[in-house]
């Protein structure tokens, strides 16, 4: 079972690196990719975590926005960690989430909300991508909601009078960063429409130009006509089709290995970075 799109406590979700490399384990896995929001920083400890016959697969999910403001996330897989263009991408990215959460707090009590920013840092573990799933962690320490869900459901999600947008590339900025650094580049759950704006068939194209390889089309928040539409674009474009389950731990409610990706689509995409990165025990 192949599970390429999962986050860590490095961003927003709740096991540490290495208990996500042991659940691999645990739950049979072949090969695993970690792709936190925004960073590399739970590669090294995943990496020391690596046993048995699991395949490690070293990515990000990258945060992206569109020129019209359509929010898009962009998985990185098999790139070079230490290329500079990468990471200034991705701290450039991380800086623009603390402002932001100041505004959405702001606005938040503005609507008679009881939260602080020493909340939500309290909640967050160090280090971490700041997200707003860490707002929500903070709304339920304050008694607000009763869980992350409620809380995106009644106050955080994309359509909410307090949500607010952070600085981020583009998609095809992102696409031409990962594939600069040497890697893959997997557009994440394109058609989610409940989370807010998607993107329209037409607009694949130009990712595809920009040097897309692939698009996660197995994913719980697409429904069966998403899935569909997606695979056939996909096709069309001669794009490699993944699936993933976006685990987060007990962050929500995916579980690992949920959707997965074929043996095939996963060796052409490991077959179109620079270089052979998976990781090996
Ligand atoms: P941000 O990157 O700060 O905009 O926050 C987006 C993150 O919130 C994504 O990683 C989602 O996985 C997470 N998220 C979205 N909806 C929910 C939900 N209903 N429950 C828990 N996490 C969610
Ligand atoms: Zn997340
Ligand atoms: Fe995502
Ligand atoms: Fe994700």
Redesign the pocket.
């Known amino acids: 079972m192949i599970d390429l799109h999962t986050?860590t406590n490095c961003?927003?979700g709740t096991d540490t690196p290495a208990q996500l490399v042991n659940k691999a384990l645990a739950e049979g896995l072949s090969v695993l990719a970690i792709t936190d929001?925004d960073t590399t920083s739970g590669w090294q400890a995943a990496q020391l975590a690596l046993r048995a016959e699991l395949s490690l697969v070293l990515g990000a999910?990258i945060?992206c926005l569109t020129t019209n403001g359509v929010?898009v996330?962009m998985l990185g897989l098999l790139f070079d960690g230490e290329n500079l263009q990468m990471q200034n991408m991705l701290e450039n990215t991380r800086d623009g989430?603390i402002p932001?959460a100041h505004k959405m707090i702001e606005l938040l009590n503005a609507g008679g909300i009881d939260i602080t920013m020493e909340d939500v840092e309290s909640v967050k573990p160090a280090g971490a991508?700041?997200?707003?799933?860490h707002?929500?962690d903070a709304l339920v320490k304050n008694g607000v909601v009763s869980?992350?869900?409620e809380?995106?459901?009644d106050l955080?999600?994309n359509n909410s009078p307090f949500y607010v947008a952070?600085m981020a590339p583009t998609p095809e900025d992102a696409v031409s960063t990962i594939r600069n650094a040497g890697g893959v580049a997997v557009i994440a759950h394109p058609f989610a429409s409940h989370?807010g704006e998607v993107l329209s068939a037409h607009d694949f194209l130009p990712l595809k130009n920009a040097g897309l390889n692939g698009i996660e089309v197995n994913h719980r928040d697409h429904s069966n006509e998403e899935r569909n539409a997606l695979a056939d674009i996909a096709r069309e474009l001669d794009l490699v089709i993944t699936g993933a389950s976006?685990y987060?731990g007990t962050?929500?409610l995916n579980s690992l290995g949920e959707n997965h990706t074929h043996q095939a689509e996963w060796e052409r995409l490991e077959s179109e970075a620079d270089q052979r990165r998976v990781i090996r025990a």
């Open positions: 986050h961003s927003d929001h999910e945060s929010s996330h989430r932001r991508t700041l997200g707003r799933p707002i929500a869980s992350r869900d809380a995106f459901t955080l999600h952070h989370r976006d987060h962050g929500k």
